[in-house]
């Protein structure tokens, strides 16, 4: 038996508005897909209302936090404006929900802290997996995984070779508070003393260029750009050793789980299409080249 579809013009745009935006409306009124394409796209979605994903189709703008990491996100020197790699990865999902992305910056001290508020939906920052992160904010799938390295200043160059030259009581380390380094270094280098810094990641190497700390940890990519954005008096520390290596990634709120499960597939197509590679080595070639 044969079954028409009635969809009068109103329920169909209604329908198509509510899945794909006046995009997608477009092409189907302009007779660009089959009946059944057509009947497929125009059932109901079935995400939750309450989640963030239907919040922000629905609004059309998705609030994301983010804390400046060279070269994941940061603002350019010149024009003041955000770019880096998580930066170009949270641009291509707003593109791809058809929605505007929105940014508010916040310390690593605080960026878990604004997401539990509802300050914004989603980090967008280059966040290390820590446990005591992960019971508290729920960590979307790895977009990236790396290491740490460590910085010391030139005239103590000859002090560490490697990092087994880093677990002594004479050692200092100068971190940034609220980063995946400070749990990595109490568990790796439990000799060694930590002094900590708050706000911006690179503000805590200033220690260790007044020679009032002894080595800088930030992770691999990151650490060798410093380095060599400050070659003045910054030494990169076995370049070829990383340490500490773990997830890299995004994190949500709990308790939305279409929006999790969204985020987990998306990031998983991002990274085995080559986008997240092409844009690390897009920023990488172009900041050792001093541009």
Request: glycine share 8%; with cysteine.
């Given at each position: 038996m044969?079954?028409?579809?009635?969809?009068?013009?109103?329920?169909?745009?209604?329908?198509?508005?509510?899945?794909?935006g006046?995009?997608?409306?477009?092409?189907l009124?302009?007779?660009?897909?089959?009946?059944?394409?057509?009947?497929?796209?125009l059932?109901?979605?079935?995400?939750?209302?309450?989640s963030?994903l239907?919040?922000?189709?629905?609004?059309?703008?998705?609030k994301v936090?983010?804390?400046?990491?060279?070269?994941?996100?940061?603002k350019?020197?010149?024009?003041?404006?955000?770019?880096?790699?998580?930066?170009?990865?949270?641009?291509?999902?707003?593109?791809?929900?058809?929605?505007?992305?929105?940014?508010?910056?916040?310390?690593?001290?605080?960026?878990?802290?604004?997401?539990?508020?509802?300050?914004?939906?989603?980090?967008?920052?280059?966040?290390?997996?820590t446990?005591?992160?992960?019971?508290v904010?729920?960590?979307t799938?790895?977009?990236?995984?790396?290491?740490?390295?460590?910085?010391?200043?030139?005239?103590?160059?000859?002090?560490?070779?490697?990092?087994?030259d880093?677990?002594?009581?004479?050692?200092?380390?100068?971190?940034?508070?609220?980063?995946?380094?400070?749990?990595v270094?109490?568990?790796?280098?439990?000799?060694?003393?930590?002094?900590?810094?708050?706000?911006?990641i690179?503000l805590?190497?200033?220690?260790?260029r007044?020679?009032?700390?002894?080595l800088?940890?930030s992770?691999?990519?990151?650490?060798i750009?410093?380095?060599?954005?400050?070659?003045?008096w910054?030494?990169l520390?076995d370049?070829?050793?990383?340490?500490?290596?773990?997830?890299?990634?995004?994190?949500?709120?709990y308790?939305?789980?279409?929006?999790k499960?969204?985020?987990?597939?998306?990031?998983?197509?991002?990274?085995?299409?080559g986008f997240?590679?092409?844009?690390?080595?897009?920023?990488?070639?172009?900041?050792?080249?001093?541009?």
């Amino acid at each position: 038996m044969n079954t028409k579809l009635k969809i009068t013009k109103r329920t169909f745009m209604k329908s198509a508005l509510g899945v794909g935006g006046l995009g997608l409306a477009a092409r189907l009124l302009g007779g660009l897909g089959s009946p059944r394409e057509v009947y497929a796209q125009l059932l109901e979605s079935g995400i939750d209302e309450k989640s963030v994903l239907a919040r922000v189709k629905k609004e059309g703008k998705l609030k994301v936090g983010y804390a400046q990491t060279l070269p994941w996100v940061h603002k350019d020197a010149k024009t003041g404006s955000l770019a880096g790699i998580y930066y170009d990865v949270a641009e291509a999902l707003a593109k791809e929900l058809e929605i505007k992305a929105e940014y508010q910056e916040v310390s690593w001290a605080d960026a878990t802290i604004g997401l539990r508020k509802g300050d914004f939906d989603l980090f967008g920052s280059s966040l290390m997996y820590t446990v005591p992160r992960a019971l508290v904010v729920n960590y979307t799938a790895p977009l990236w995984h790396k290491g740490h390295l460590a910085v010391c200043h030139k005239d103590n160059a000859r002090r560490f070779k490697s990092a087994a030259d880093f677990n002594r009581p004479d050692v200092t380390f100068s971190i940034n508070l609220g980063t995946r380094e400070e749990h990595v270094l109490k568990v790796l280098f439990p000799k060694a003393k930590i002094v900590t810094t708050s706000g911006q990641i690179f503000l805590a190497a200033e220690p260790v260029r007044a020679k009032k700390a002894d080595l800088w940890v930030s992770g691999d990519l990151d650490a060798i750009i410093f380095a060599k954005k400050n070659s003045s008096w910054a030494h990169l520390i076995d370049p070829a050793g990383p340490f500490g290596k773990g997830a890299n990634t995004w994190a949500i709120r709990y308790g939305d789980p279409a929006w999790k499960f969204f985020l987990d597939m998306w990031v998983d197509n991002m990274v085995a299409s080559g986008f997240v590679q092409e844009r690390y080595d897009y920023y990488k070639e172009t900041m050792m080249a001093g541009s």
